[in-house]
């Protein structure tokens, strides 16, 4: 009996190794599509970043063409020098134009400026009409101005004020507030802002202005800022690499929804009156391209905020329980999403509303119905900007889940540091 027993226990052990081995082969296999999943992403963003950098090489911006513009914009009195200056007398009295039939009150100032061709010299600025008081400037002796000056004429005119003060101390608070809260990521998302201004400074308004295509300029710079300021913020690795496929595809849905239901609608891009402007300065300029790439771009910031939330979301639920499978991982980040899409919903809409609500103010008075207030161009463009852009934001929350929960479990898919 025994020797049967005993017979029987070594046949026992293949049935168990085969078991293990099935399970070894099942978890291989898993780990093995996740890495294909990785390298797909991989492969995909490589090819954007080859398709970006061809892009802006090819868009950009000759010194010509700036300078071209530059001539017609002066031409038009809109580039003039500006220097810094100080009041030095603020008065009210008679308008030089002023009659015994028409008395009329004027504000008078006279500033000195701080540099320029005039410096030191006390200059008696036009006079403001106190009949428009709401239009005239509000300004106190010492307080600092700035002066526009025409060399043409040898004229100078109150341009502005000077702002650069509150605005230096904003800066530099805005960035204490960062770097003590983020640290070393406050350190590199600051880099990346500033990233971000020099890609649209340097490169998209000159690019414009040389003659490309708006909408072109915006995608390749959108492109561009976003490659940049996520490995710069959040390192090299899986997880920000998921996070910018799902940013770019996000971005490739809301360009093709924008795109379409802006030649949908018809739009002219002549509703504001810088755009009135603009051909001015440079014939060529397709101003509905601008009014489209412009809103294309500002939609990338919130596809972002989301992306990277996503994909570390998954990474940390994996990191925490690496049993999780993919239609576990992607059950749980989607559950999140939807959370972090209900509290970001109104984040465009309300970002595009008190941009323009001196504009929302008039239009409440015009006596219109709120259909055909919706139906002007400017706040039409609205509507289709936040709409389009908010569709991007829903989708972009399924599809970075899904490419976080597929490269989860591969052998690099570690979790962002």
Partial sequence: MWMVKAAKQPEEEPIQGRQGG????????????????????????????IVTGFGVLTLWPTEEGVISATESAAEIGLATERYSA????????????????????????????????????????????????ATAPRLTVDQKIILGYEPSTDFYFYA????????????????????????????????????????LVAFVAPS?????????????????????????????????????????????LTLGLSWAFFEFSHFTGLATEEALTLPFITGGIDLASLTLGGAVLGALGALDDITVTQAALV????????????????????????????STVNTLLLAYA??????????????????????????????VRT??????????VPITTLLASLVADSPTGARAG
């Fill in 160 to 199: 502005d004020t000077d702002r650069r003060t509150p605005l230096a101390w904003l800066t530099a608070l805005f960035a204490v507030v960062v770097i003590a809260l983020g640290r070393r990521r406050g350190v590199t998302a600051l880099v990346g802002m500033a990233g971000t201004v020099v890609v």
């Fill in 22 to 49: 099935r399970h070894r082969l099942e978890a291989g296999s898993g780990a093995w599509r996740a890495h294909r999943g990785l390298q797909a992403v991989l492969v995909c963003v490589a090819v954007a970043a």
């Fill in 315 to 342: 990474a940390e639920l994996h990191y925490r329980n690496p049993g999780l499978g993919t239609r576990q991982l992607l059950t749980s980040g989607i559950r999140v999403g939807r959370e972090h899409i209900a």
């Fill in 354 to 383: 008190g941009a323009s609500f001196p504009l929302l103010m008039l239009l409440a008075v015009s006596n219109q119905s709120m259909v055909m207030v919706a139906n002007s161009e400017l706040i039409a463009v609205e509507i």
């Fill in 208 to 252: 414009i202005l040389d003659g490309n295509d708006p909408l072109l300029v915006a995608v390749v710079a959108a492109s561009a800022i976003a490659f940049v300021s996520l490995y710069l913020i959040h390192g090299f690795n899986s997880t920000t690499t998921v996070a910018l496929a799902g940013t770019l595809s996000a971005f490739g």
């Fill in 387 to 396: 709409l389009c852009g908010s569709i991007g934001l829903v989708a972009a």
């Fill in 86 to 133: 100080t009041v030095r007398e603020v008065r009210d009295g008679a308008c030089s134009y002023s009659t015994s039939d028409n008395p009329r009150s004027c504000r008078h100032v006279t500033a000195v400026p701080d540099e320029g061709p005039a410096e030191g010299s006390p200059i008696a600025l036009t006079e403001f009409d106190l009949e428009f008081a």
